[in-house]
């Protein structure tokens, strides 16, 4: 079955169930795979199978996991693992009951089980810690031992049951694994150079100003674009004033954003692009953000950004920030993500992921060996299928998110012909989502239904007396919603392959070098996750191991989910003194 064509590398053969008591945590040994329901125990696992007091946790899990190597089965990834690491503990790996429980209260897969079907409980509402977790309340304070074993009981039945179960195990086992991940790169940081920041904000920017005032550069940009619009008090961080000021000069845009602002042919257009660009900058990763994260380490004082990343914080499975913007770090900074003396960042993106994903799904032989190489839509231009590496680019991206109009739309029938089984998946996904349906990723993350609006539209389109303009407002809402399950299943797949991709790779970089010491990370570890690209900071004698380790387990990702199938998953790789020279 796809899905299950290896073993996943993080698999194991011992679950240790961790749920809060009073004074400390229960330790519960299971064997693997197993449900709780005869509490089966793991014979020698000594160590395990009592209540250990929040002080002696740390020094327990850490003893077991070097002896027996468990999974650990725990409410929370993100409130349980930071303590630990705080600690100096670090784990392979682990199964995060609350995320797992929302994809499985979702999944087309697992919809009859008992799990989808009863009534809201604690796992449907998202942990939100009003201050940063402690040992004693990490491990769920407001859920008994009891209902962590009762919840680890429902999700083995909701798999076994599953239509698809071995999919759903590895969706569940990598959703758990780049949990851990999220909390060790939070822990570790980014290497980052304050002076270098503070250079590059110079440069561009001006001197530091004092607190509320503008950069020397802005302020000029400021100037230019009050002369040219004729507003002397005009504030250009305010949209409704710059609109007045841009109407009253003719510019009779609806919006200040930059791709309609473009259109334009007026003075004020260049200088007021470039004041955007900079206050943007200003803004997202300015003094003040630098102030607000970024940290020196307790242990050398050398400068870390500290991401808060959100596993499953989007519903396509993939990852979110509740702060920080560590998914958009802006080319003008990057210089400032700076390795440690002696170290070296090698970083890593997947070039096309997404279309070659649809490759693998559909099992479009010609579209998979269109991406043999490092560049797919190059391939698209060698099979004759349009002309240009740009007309290629606009074509997939126009099949992967529906556009019909346009030269996208003009380009469809194209794909259509060239590779009719990757845009047959699309095309159904969105008929799908069209009829109010919903659709899956390759292992089981299933999409939401659409929202209510979309439901009263479609039955007053369906009244007798509804009129054209409701049938139109219907059908909008169809096909925006078709074109939100078309892009789902491919982005949430791709999403999938990536946390295997990083799951595996976390643990080739630990079979590398040391792990950590006193908290510290003192061997390769990923530092910087986007969706298609990763960041790892490395020992400088390393570094051509962790290329080698990144291209590895890329091709082992691609085994994981789509067996022998012969799709490339082609990266640029990089080993560099800072971000900015990755290109």
């Known amino acids: 079955m796809r899905g299950e064509g290896e073993r996943p590398a993080y698999a194991a053969a011992v679950r240790i169930v961790v749920s809060a008591v009073d004074g400390g945590a229960h330790l519960r040994p299971l064997a693997d795979g197993a449900g709780t329901g005869d509490r089966p125990g793991a014979a020698g696992l000594a160590g395990a199978g009592d209540v250990v007091a929040a002080g002696d946790l740390p020094e327990r899990v850490r003893r077991l996991e070097e002896d027996h190597r468990p999974r650990w089965v725990w409410a929370d990834t993100a409130t349980t693992y930071p303590p630990l690491l705080r600690a100096g503990v670090r784990v392979e790996r682990c199964h995060d009951l609350r995320l797992c429980h929302v994809i499985l209260r979702n999944a087309a897969a697992s919809a009859a089980s008992a799990l989808a079907t009863g009534p809201d409980g604690p796992w449907d509402h998202a942990t939100d810690p009003a201050h940063e977790p402690t040992l004693l309340d990490a491990v769920g304070p407001a859920l008994s031992a009891e209902e962590v074993l009762a919840e680890h009981d429902r999700q083995t039945a909701a798999v076994d049951a599953a239509s698809e179960p071995g999919r759903l195990r590895l969706l569940l086992a990598a959703e758990s694994a780049g949990a851990l991940l999220a909390a060790e790169m939070a822990h570790d940081g980014l290497p980052w150079d304050r002076e270098v920041h503070d250079r590059l904000l110079t440069e561009l920017l001006g001197p530091r100003p004092p607190a509320g005032a503008r950069p020397a550069r802005l302020e000029s940009l400021a100037a230019e674009i009050r002369g040219h619009l004729g507003a002397p008090a005009l504030n250009p961080d305010s949209p409704a004033e710059l609109l007045r000021a841009l109407h009253s000069a003719g510019v009779e845009v609806s919006t200040t954003r930059k791709w309609e602002l473009a259109r334009y042919d007026h003075p004020v257009i260049a200088p007021l692009l470039e004041y955007k660009k900079l ?272 291209r590895e387990s890329a091709a082992r990702a691609g085994r994981l989910l789509f067996g022998n199938f012969p799709v490339e998953f082609a990266l640029d790789v990089a080993v560099v003194e800072n971000y900015g020279e990755a290109g």
């Open 279 to 550: 206050a943007r900058l200003l803004s997202a990763n300015g003094w003040a953000w630098m102030d607000a994260w970024i940290r020196p380490r307790a242990s050398d004082g050398r400068a870390r950004f500290h991401p808060d990343y959100v596993p499953g914080g989007v519903v396509t499975g993939r990852w979110a920030t509740s702060g920080g913007g560590a998914l958009q770090l802006p080319k003008q900074v990057r210089a400032a993500v700076a390795a440690d003396p002696g170290w070296r960042l090698v970083v890593a993106d997947a070039a096309q992921l997404e279309p070659r994903v649809l490759a693998a799904m559909s099992r479009d032989s010609a579209m998979a060996q269109a991406g043999r190489g490092a560049d797919l839509y190059q391939g698209l231009v060698d099979d004759g299928v349009v002309d240009t590496r740009a007309r290629a680019k606009v074509a997939m991206l126009g099949a992967l998110y529906g556009a019909t109009t346009g030269e996208s739309g003009q380009l469809m029938p194209r794909l259509v012909r060239a590779y009719p089984r990757a845009t047959a998946v699309v095309e159904e996904a969105a008929r799908t989502g069209e009829r109010g349906g919903v659709v899956s990723t390759w292992l089981g993350r299933t999409s939401p239904p659409p929202p209510a609006s979309w439901q009263q539209a479609q039955r007053r389109a369906s009244e007798p007396d509804a009129t054209d303009a409701d049938t139109r407002r219907a059908r909008q809402f169809a096909r925006d919603w078709g074109r939100f399950t078309r892009n789902f299943v491919v982005q949430g797949t791709a999403a999938e392959w990536a946390l295997c991709w990083m799951a595996e790779l976390r643990l080739r970089l630990r079979s590398l070098g040391p792990g950590a010491e006193g908290g510290a990370a003192t061997g390769p570890h990923l530092v910087f996750f986007l969706h298609d690209e990763v960041i790892v900071h490395t020992p400088a004698e390393l570094a051509d191991d962790v290329a080698a380790a990144v």
